[in-house]
């Protein structure tokens, strides 16, 4: 059972920045795709952006060119660098690692406040 901890999430004025950091409890995160989602009051869960076992990302265009995720693997940790940040990025982030055909496991959120 993969035990997913984010961390970092807070008020930012808009425009600033903020990094969030998942932590999972299993050594082989290596070979796990993660991913950070996000969800809004009134609003469906949203990708915001995965990076898979070699490194390859993908993001939601929203957030191409502001956000970065990245993997370190010997300290079982997940990034998530949050650049120029907009009120629109409020929401709960969740950390998510994705194994196998069907594998999935999910961080309990944390709260990216953006101020106006």
């Known amino acids: 059972q993969v035990q997913l901890v984010e961390s970092g999430g807070g008020l930012v004025q808009a425009g600033g920045s903020m990094r969030l950091s998942c932590v999972a409890s299993?050594?082989?995160?290596?070979?796990?795709?993660m991913g950070w989602y996000r969800q809004a009051p009134g609003n469906q869960r949203e990708l915001v952006a995965t990076i898979t076992s070699g490194r390859t990302t993908n993001y939601a265009d929203s957030v191409k060119g502001r956000f970065t995720i990245s993997r370190d693997n010997a300290k079982n940790t997940v990034y998530l660098q949050m650049n120029s940040l907009k009120p629109e990025d409020t929401a709960v982030y969740y950390c998510n690692a994705h194994w196998g055909p069907s594998g999935d496991a999910w961080g309990q959120g944390t709260q990216v406040t953006v101020s106006s």
């Open positions: 299993t050594r082989i995160l290596s070979i796990y795709t």
